[in-house]
Structures are given as structure tokens and as C-alpha cells.
T-cell receptor
């Protein structure tokens, strides 16, 4: 079982470049999430989606965009990379309410902006 | 004030010790409480969740919620080197099941 797959695992970007972080899940989950994790700061929710065609902002959405055209895929787009976006990015999915359904996480994308 | 506070550690214990990990939170409206475990260079995985106050046990792990003190705990009995990881507490922000707020995590090291 693949679960949640994130690509790429590592990436170095220059300031001002753009890129898309890919996330796909094979569990037919409706809910999907993007987080960023900075050292010692826990996980901060960037965007989430409760189903195909529906997305909403989390705690730290500025500088990012998402789309959800299918149940399986939830890409995260950085349009103008800034050093403050250097972080580890995690995608997650869950079948229903996150409080009684576990969120399944990918292994992250480590992104450095130089 | 952060919504969820957690001592970053690291916490170093000998194998077989009882471990206590704790979080405090500020919003008394939180109802759902979770503990996630994160190994190095991996995504978090759910260990336990509890609803409202009380205790919940699962094998060597016990989660405890004290809503009057806004304090949640995770106890690990007979700790093993394989328990070495970062432990994150998480709370359901609006009790709607679609948004969690996480503590910063406590790094635990269990030495053989």
C-alpha cells in the first residue's frame, strides 16, 4: 500500500522561482491537507480540501496556492519562492473528521530557498 | 500566547523507564486531543486520540486529558529504544474535524 506519496523528496530553489509540490493518495480519502514544519514549531496548516473541487485556507496560506481536481491529487504551488518558505512540507489525508479518523502523512518534501 | 505549548526536550531516559510527555493549551473549547509520533525524516503517525476529559489506554501508552487544567499527557510504560522519536500533541481547532493545531513536539531518546 503506497498511502500518501509526495514528490520530490528534496529541492533547492532560487528566490523568485516557482514550483509545484506533488501529493497523491490511494486510499480514496476525501480530506487532504498541506502542512509546513519548521524546527521546533510543530506543523502549521497551509491549505486543506474536503473533496474534489473544494479547497480552503489554513493558518499560513500566504505565498501558496492549491487545487483539487481529483480525489487522489492535491498539489501545492509556490509562485514566487522566498527564503521564509524554506521548510519541510507534509501532505496528509483522512477519510473523515480528523478528530476520529487518523491523518495519514507522506514523508515530506524538504525545500530550501536560496 | 501559543494555542498549544510543548517542551521541546530532548528528554533522555533509560530503557524500561516510564515516560511522561505533556502539553498545555489555551482554548477551553477544544474537545478532541491527539498524540502523533514522528520518526526522523518521516511523516507523523497517529498514536492515540481522546475525546473530552479522562484517560485512554492502548498497550504501553496512556493518554490523559485534564480539561480543568488545560493539560494533556502521554505516558509510555516500559519505554523501548524504538520509542525514540518526536511526540506531537494536536488539538481539533473547531471540533469540526478538518483543522488541527499542533504543539512543537518533544524529542524523546530512550537509551539501551
Amino acid at each position: 500500500n503506497a498511502g500518501v506519496t509526495q514528490t520530490p523528496k528534496f529541492r533547492i530553489l532560487k528566490i523568485g522561482q516557482s514550483m509545484t509540490l506533488q501529493c497523491t493518495q490511494d486510499m480514496n480519502h476525501n480530506y487532504m491537507y498541506w502542512y509546513r514544519q519548521d524546527p521546533g514549531m510543530g506543523l502549521k496548516l497551509i491549505y486543506y480540501s474536503v473533496g474534489a473541487g473544494i479547497t480552503d485556507k489554513g493558518e499560513v496560506p500566504n505565498g501558496y496556492n492549491v487545487s483539487r481536481s481529483t480525489t487522489e491529487d492535491f498539489p501545492l504551488r509556490l509562485e514566487l519562492a522566498a527564503p521564509s518558505q524554506t521548510s519541510v512540507y507534509f501532505c496528509a489525508s483522512s477519510g473523515d473528521r480528523v478528530s476520529n479518523q487518523p491523518q495519514h502523512f507522506g514523508d515530506g518534501t524538504r525545500l530550501s530557498i536560496l | 500566547q501559543k494555542e498549544v505549548e510543548q517542551d521541546p526536550g530532548p528528554l533522555s531516559v533509560p530503557e524500561g523507564a516510564i515516560v511522561s510527555l505533556n502539553c498545555t493549551y489555551s482554548n477551553s473549547a477544544f474537545q478532541y486531543f491527539m498524540w502523533y509520533r514522528q520518526y526522523s525524516r518521516k511523516g507523523p503517525e497517529l498514536l492515540m486520540y481522546t475525546y473530552s476529559s479522562g484517560n485512554k489506554e492502548d498497550g504501553r501508552f496512556t493518554a490523559q486529558v485534564d480539561k480543568s487544567s488545560k493539560y494533556i499527557s502521554l505516558f509510555i510504560r516500559d519505554s523501548q529504544p524504538s520509542d525514540s522519536a518526536t511526540y506531537l500533541c494536536a488539538l481539533d481547532v473547531n471540533n469540526a474535524g478538518n483543522m488541527l493545531t499542533f504543539g512543537g513536539g518533544t524529542r524523546l531518546m530512550v537509551k539501551p
